[in-house]
């Protein structure tokens, strides 16, 4: 079996023992694993310059490869291009947009530097899978020292429509990277959609069969590969867990009522205020709730050197303290809000007491906290999943209450529904949706996306075509 090489901006390292290895890092951890292999990125330290060479570290058939990054390459890479450029865009919101041609030549620059890092960790035949809108131009960057190995990419966020992508600077750079890869991977129908007009459209590109696309002279294959979770191990954990302490605690205070949770990272593309002005209208407009329902949402830090990111837990913390100092009585307190993030078995067990898990993202690749919500749920009692139709979780789980994010009215009428639904419906929806979770495993993900690009020609393969 060829061996794995994965490259992400951040590498959870193997002493990384603080219990909240998300997801996607359990996922591709245990995928290096089984083909051994190479896991490359950022270290998460700040240098005076970037690293020339990746410092390794070993842990069984698996090696982690890191870099640290230099502190101007940080500030114009991460938290400029990265994440004041393309996180905005490929959220659709434009106006958030902030573009200098200091932060894209840093994150070109940071790429470049990767890539000559990564060379020679390279073997001829390594699979090499790189991941998300950081890591754009590293295919094309690989090409450029003459990689021939079959190279993919898998976007986790969701792709803009072509008109909005076009109101990006230079958006044909990005393109063209792009094409650079094998296998381009999407979350939804939708991504790839949209992806495809802009190669069709915007670059003159073609296609014989809708996923192999011919653009910039290569011809490279894009598909639809929704990312999902481990449901089985998710809800044995969260069974296990609600013995736990922190959940007892959780449950102690929650005196008989019900609980509705939310769980995000803080970021603009999750809809926070949306979801405290829904929480705030149903307590505003039905009596019946008001002392009988709790809402706890955890959303730790994320990106903080970013300052619409500050600006957003500003904006937070006042409304938060708005609801609170209305509606809470001397023995209850409508909503909690935590800055913090918990170890990933104290999540679950969470998630297992709330009645309700409410994911309301203005736009997502995917959304993992509502498969997470699901999974965890106990299918004698379970409850009931309110879920922004813009996430790209939706597609699967269509039998959650969907709502529109930016409908204030439908989403407190989607909670009011929820915490009142019958035992019946709640077991039904939950059946239809556990169903839709478990069938598509991130072990499914991983092993399709990558048979995908096994399924490649190498580059070196192909007959010349001079
Ligand atoms: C990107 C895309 C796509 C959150 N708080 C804590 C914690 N988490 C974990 C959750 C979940 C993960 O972080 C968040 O995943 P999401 O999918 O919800 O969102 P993003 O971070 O924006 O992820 C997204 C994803 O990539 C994968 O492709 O679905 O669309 O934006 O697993 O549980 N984990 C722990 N403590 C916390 O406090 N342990």
Redo the contacts with the bound molecule.
Sequence with gaps: MARLVVISNRVTLPSDR???????AVGLRDALRRHSGVWFGWSGKVADATSTSARIEKAGRVSYATIDLGRVDLAQYYNGYANSTLWPLLHYRLGLIEFTSETYDGYKRVNAAMARALVPLLKPDDLVWVH?YHLIPLGAELRGFGVANRIGF?L???FPAMEVLEALPRYEGLLSAMSAYDQVGF?TENDLRAFRDCILHLCNGDTSDGEALTAFGRTFRAGVFP?G?DAAEFAETAAAAVALPDASRLKASLVGRSLIIG???L?Y??GLPNRFAAFDQLLARRDDQRGRVTFMQ???R?RSDVPQYRELRRRLEQVAGRINGRFADPDWTPLRYLN?????R??AAFYRIARVGL?T?LR?????????YVAAQDPADPGILVLSRF???ARELDAALLVNPFDIDEIADALARALAMPIAERRERWAAMMEAVQSNSIGNWRDRFLDALQAQARVADLAPTL
Excluded: C, Y
């Excluded at 603080?18 to 996607?24: A, D, K, Q, W, Y």
């Excluded at 997502?364 to 997470?372: P, Q, R, S």
């Design positions: 603080s219990g909240s290895t998300g997801g996607l998300d898998f986790h966020t969701p979350q990312i979770i769980v995000d990272r970021d593309s999750k955890i959303a730790p994320s913090k993030g918990f170890p990933r104290t999540l994911v993202p997502d690749g995917m959304n993992l906290v509502a498969k997470e996430a790209g979780a």
